[in-house]
């Protein structure tokens, strides 16, 4: 599976950004789909996860209410619609892949497949 994750951008604070994140390879029904974002000197932290299906959603407590993930399985892609965003949700944003199960959503080394990153930047 092939991830290439695309809607980055430079944005001010309380603006917003959609990101893409498009598989090639194999269908992505088969799998739960993430997000992940790392900022400079940080850890990479977990953002929103979806089921295989999409019936299920999770989601840290610093994006809560703002940002929504969905998934169009019939267009193999995932998407983080990001609303009222902050300086400190500036990072590289990676799209995931894997047979996850839902004790380990939020564990990025339970994914498999990574895309290659695009970078949200947030003025204040």
């Known amino acids: 599976v092939q991830l290439q994750a695309s809607g980055g951008g430079l944005v001010q604070a309380g603006g917003s950004l959609r990101l893409s994140c498009a598989a090639s390879?194999?269908?992505?029904?088969?799998?739960?789909m993430a997000w992940f974002r790392q900022a400079p000197g940080k850890e990479r932290e977990f953002v929103a996860a979806?089921?295989?299906?999409?019936?299920?959603?999770y989601y840290a407590d610093s994006v809560k209410g703002r940002f929504t993930i969905s998934r169009d399985n019939a267009k193999n892609t995932v998407y983080l619609q990001m609303n009222s965003l902050k300086p400190e949700d500036t990072a590289i944003y990676y799209c995931?892949?894997?047979?996850?199960?839902?004790?380990?959503?939020?564990?990025?080394?339970?994914?498999?497949?990574w895309g290659q990153g695009t970078q949200v930047t947030v003025s204040s």
């Open positions: 390879g194999r269908t992505l029904s088969c799998y739960a």
């Open positions: 979806i089921s295989r299906s999409g019936s299920s959603t």
């Open positions: 995931a892949a894997g047979p996850v199960i839902t004790g380990r959503i939020r564990n990025p080394s339970a994914y498999n497949y």
